[in-house]
């Protein structure tokens, strides 16, 4: 294939993920968006498989069958409840190959025209660099966050003294590292900049706390994206700077967004204190307070004769896979002449866009679900707040408790609602690390039982009345 035609085709690729992301970017366009991209993608794979400069088409067969063969059973396997850390560890891996690739590129520069070991182009030596720290910071950043995701690391934000002294001088260093590369073309210098990269990653996401979570997913997605950017320079492909660029940028703003949402800063994010200021919990002293609790009963009655109810979904929902049992909830009282509604946090779940994606699975109508500001000062008119599974999206300690970790965040006003239903197996704390006020508040009725299960049994207490 000539050049002429490959960059034709490298185009057209480009337009189709362009196209994608402005599909993904509204539920009832979403699956257009997705056929883009993976039309876009797979012009990108035939036309470098028909470069003249692949050397062996055995090992790219037999690194597509391993990969394609991993990812088939992953998604195969995977709950909706592991899509953020599956997409936290996919992030990793997109860190770890920018690593990978400029490795390669470092020590067989001639394979990739950029020079030859010890006489590489300055402009080549920058991008390999920052595409590397970059990769390396996405790669241990990432693995952090789907530790975090996982449970298997506490979702508190974990902070130490003198935190954000140190993440400045590792920068620093990092800094002059890259300078040092550039000038003296050190191999150990090279592995230097990956080793402070990756402690860098740690250090970042470590103190961000778990109710800030999503705002980091989408942030690593960016991060992935400039790596890949940076790697594109030093391969000289145009697809995947363009690529790499159109995810990092829109991330970017992505987390922008959700920032201005949470009430928190974006330059916090990036840093890493977000949420590390205040790891304390929220109040003590809860296991002596009351709270009033219901049956499926109770909240069949209350939402049958109510004129409006709006329904905040959470992890919770999610973890219950309780999505279908709860659209049929909503469709008999629609029946019944109800108004239903849902609301939706912009950090609801564990990733962005989360609890958007279940309910679109359980064929809930686009024009039911509506985001924070947009639904948020309808609760003082609502009869009940039906709240399954969302904790801290919904804790007044946010607005009232500057000791909190997610103080300062926007949440859904659900207490100014007639009754509060909050569906919850336990009064065990969200994952943030803080208890939920709203459980204690006089118009809040606890329905505690999985998710699924409740919303079953209200189906049924409705069928009955």
Not at 127 to 140: Q, R
Not at 150 to 175: D, E, M, T
Not at 249 to 265: D, E, P, T, V, W
Request: with cysteine; glycine share 10%.
């Amino acid at each position: 294939m000539n050049a002429d035609l490959a960059a034709l085709l490298y185009l057209v690729a480009s337009v189709c993920f362009v196209m994608a992301l402005r599909g993904l970017s509204h539920p009832t366009t979403s699956r257009t968006g997705n056929l883009y991209g993976m039309v876009g993608m797979t012009i990108a794979i035939i036309t470098t498989l028909a470069m003249p400069g692949v050397v062996s088409y055995a090992l790219i067969i037999v690194g597509m069958l391993i990969g394609g063969a991993i990812g088939t059973v992953i998604a195969l396997r995977i709950q909706m409840t592991a899509l953020p850390q599956l997409v936290a560890a996919f992030h990793s891996l997109v860190g770890l190959a920018a690593v990978f690739v400029a490795a390669a590129a470092f020590y067989k520069p001639q394979a990739y025209g950029i020079g030859v070991p010890g006489d590489i182009s300055i402009a080549s030596l920058i991008e390999m660099s920052l595409g590397v720290a970059i990769g390396a910071i996405t790669f241990t950043g990432s693995v952090v966050a789907f530790a975090k995701l996982q449970g298997l690391v506490s979702g508190k934000p974990l902070v130490f003294p003198l935190q954000h002294p140190l993440n400045a001088a590792l920068g620093i260093l990092l800094v002059v590292l890259i300078v040092a590369l550039c000038l003296g073309q050190s191999g150990l210098v090279f592995w230097l900049i990956v080793l402070i990269a990756l402690v860098l990653g740690f250090l970042l996401i470590l103190p961000i706390g778990g109710a800030d979570m999503p705002v980091v997913v989408s942030m690593l997605n960016s991060y992935s994206g400039w790596a890949a950017c940076g790697i594109g320079f030093t391969l000289q492909n145009n697809l995947l700077i363009i690529t790499g660029a159109l995810v990092g940028s829109s991330g970017a703003i992505l987390s922008y967004i959700m920032c201005k949402g949470m009430n928190r800063s974006i330059i916090n994010v990036i840093l890493g204190g977000f949420g590390g200021e205040t790891a304390g919990p929220a109040a003590g002293g809860d296991e002596d307070r009351t709270v009033k609790s219901g049956s499926a009963d109770d909240a069949a009655f209350l939402m049958k004769n109510a004129g409006k109810v709006i329904i905040v979904p959470g992890y919770g929902m999610a973890v219950a896979q309780a999505q279908h049992a709860l659209r049929e909830m909503a469709d008999f009282l629609k029946k019944e002449g109800v108004d239903v509604r849902y609301a939706i946090h912009p950090v609801a779940g564990r990733m962005p866009g989360h609890m958007n994606v279940l309910l679109a699975e359980a064929n809930v109508p686009y024009d039911e679900v509506f985001e924070m500001d947009e639904i948020n000062r309808d609760f003082n008119g609502t009869d009940v707040a039906f709240v399954i599974g969302a904790n801290d999206i919904t804790n007044p300690a946010a607005k009232t408790d500057p000791a909190s970790p997610i103080y300062g965040m926007p949440i859904l006003d659900v207490e100014n609602s007639g009754t509060v239903l909050f569906v919850k197996r336990s009064m065990a704390s969200g994952y943030a690390g803080v208890q939920n006020e709203l459980f204690f508040r006089d118009n809040t009725m606890m329905l505690f039982d999985d998710a699924k299960k409740m919303c079953e049994h209200i189906v049924k207490a409705l069928e009955a009345s």
